[in-house]
């Protein structure tokens, strides 16, 4: 993936492109809908964007364009599901909207004004099934907030975005949904922003990870169209440069402050930063403890190093802990908290998503699983030797993606004019649709990535032109089959064509 330039656009952005928003008039009725615009592909790396982040507490005005609400809500349903589902909605000036990511439309829940603060622009919360996730609304706001950041072309008249539990507070107040939103994204206009920033403080002070790169050549919109999210890896280890990168951009130094204390790459509750001094990176032979503040502790330090906690092996009991973690990851990031709290929680997703950023970035495949149970966060406490009052929260799982023979379906087959597949990954269901220019009788299949068929699924006899099937994450037997990696084999007048599908 090629670096690709909006100059024309950004110029036509600027100040101007702020304009009043098009969903100015309130729809008549629930059925009633807005057509977005497709989402535009920036010219700012995952680094930059990463390295650029900053959430501004205050001091909006204005509205935005269009295109940035589609891009913020388009890129907060791409990240990876941590449950079954999850619902994306979106406050305006005159209502509140359900997103369709599949239809790239809004649908009208209830009119009026529900924005928390009058200069809002537009606010996005998420609900989860099962409820509150946070982890999984954390994973997906934070692709929507760096969304937002790869739109500044300037430091004048960008952007700006925030998570904010006043915005959470009021959204569960007054917006009606059936279940509470974890955290709101709360989108407007700065006059002023700090903008692209290519500086490095993410400097080791023991020398103990190189310097981590705030600039690559994969697009931000790139990796959030096509994430590389596997769990099946090769048993290949990362080097030390791999780990460092993956590191700081799960949760690293950059040049921005929060009143005195240093930022990071991710957000954190009232800039608390929970998850500092509790991250564990595990290898073949090694339990180290990631570290971006000094040895002081002070939070207005930047520093970018790992301490070993202790020698051996310990992956094999980390994989035993809970079916859900990858069996085949060479490293393993395990995020920890001292409660398992909401801003925990939501920080822990913020981490995971960038984490996977990253490790698309650097060609690598990424996993991440959460939401474990008690008897889950016990198991991979007694792996790598935590302390008891430590509670794991998230674990990303990191290396070279393990090649299947079955090569992915491509789209653009002249035989094939669409598939989708929702959710993908997911956990409990995955409904695969796709249909030909032509009628067909098809065949399909599930089969790991050993080869072995799982399951037939029936397609019945007629001859069509769309197909819609439903995996529910069974054998043959009725047994449901382990979090992995999957195939969807396709077979249609002698030609087979196949898609992987990823359980978690």
């Known amino acids: 993936m090629k670096r690709r330039a909006f100059t024309k656009y950004l110029a036509s952005v600027g100040a101007a492109t702020m304009v009043k928003s098009s969903l100015a008039n309130p729809l008549s009725n629930l059925q009633s809908y807005v057509e977005l615009p497709a989402p535009l592909t920036g010219s700012h790396s995952v680094e930059l964007c990463l390295n650029s982040r900053v959430s501004t507490h205050g001091g909006y005005n204005g509205t935005l364009d269009n295109q940035i609400l589609a891009n913020t809500l388009w890129a907060a349903s791409k990240a990876p599901l941590l449950c079954n589902s ?42 989860n099934n099962p409820p509150d996730v946070a982890e999984d609304a954390g994973a997906a706001l934070h692709w929507a907030q760096l969304a937002s950041v790869a739109f500044w072309g300037s430091t004048a008249d960008q952007p700006v975005c925030c998570p904010k539990d006043s915005g959470y507070i009021y959204a569960n107040d007054h917006w009606e949904l059936d279940s509470d939103v974890p955290i709101v994204n709360c989108y407007g206009r700065m006059s002023s922003v700090p903008g692209i920033k290519s500086q490095l403080v993410a400097k080791s002070s023991d020398n103990s990870l190189p310097d981590p790169l705030t600039d690559g050549n994969v697009i931000l919109e790139d990796a959030i169209r096509e994430p590389i999210f596997t769990s099946n890896f090769t048993d290949d280890d990362l080097s030390t440069q791999q780990l460092s990168q993956i590191a700081w951009a799960a949760y690293g130094c950059t040049p921005h402050y929060i009143s005195t204390k240093a930022g990071l790459t991710v957000a954190s509750w009232n800039a608390q930063y929970y998850l500092t001094g509790h991250i564990y990176i595990i290898t073949s032979d090694s339990v180290f403890k990631f570290h971006m503040r000094n040895s002081s502790g002070e ?54 998503s960038s984490a996977l950023l990253q490790t698309t970035s650097l060609g690598l495949g990424g996993h991440y699983c959460a939401n474990f149970n008690d008897s889950e966060r016990n198991a991979i406490k007694n792996a790598i030797g935590l302390q008891s009052n430590i509670q794991p929260l998230l674990i990303f799982s990191a290396g070279k993606q393990l090649k299947t023979s079955i090569l992915p379906l491509n789209k653009n087959y002249q035989d094939i004019s669409k598939i989708e597949t929702r959710p993908n990954p997911f956990h409990s269901f995955v409904s695969v649709s796709f249909s030909f220019f032509s009628a067909q009788r098809v065949e399909a299949a599930i089969f790991d990535t050993a080869g072995k068929k799982i399951r037939n699924l029936p397609t019945g006899n007629k001859v069509k032109t769309g197909f819609s099937l439903v995996w529910d994450g069974c054998n043959e037997n009725g047994n449901r089959v382990k979090a992995g990696t999957y195939i969807f084999r396709i077979t249609h007048s002698s030609k087979t064509k196949s898609i992987l599908l990823h359980k978690i």
């Open 86 to 127: 999850r619902n994306i909605y979106v406050a305006l000036p005159d209502g509140v909207y359900f997103y369709s990511p599949e239809k790239n439309r809004l649908y009208l829940q209830i009119d009026g004004n529900h924005l928390s603060e009058k200069n809002l622009a537009f606010e996005i919360g998420i609900t």
């Open 299 to 352: 939070t207005s330090s930047q520093d970018h190093r790992i301490e070993l906690v202790k020698s051996g092996d310990c992956r094999s009991l980390l994989r035993e802990a809970s079916g859900r973690i990858s069996q085949t990851a060479p490293v393993y990031f395990i995020f920890c908290a001292s409660s398992t709290d909401r801003p925990q929680l939501l920080e822990a997703g913020y981490c995971g």
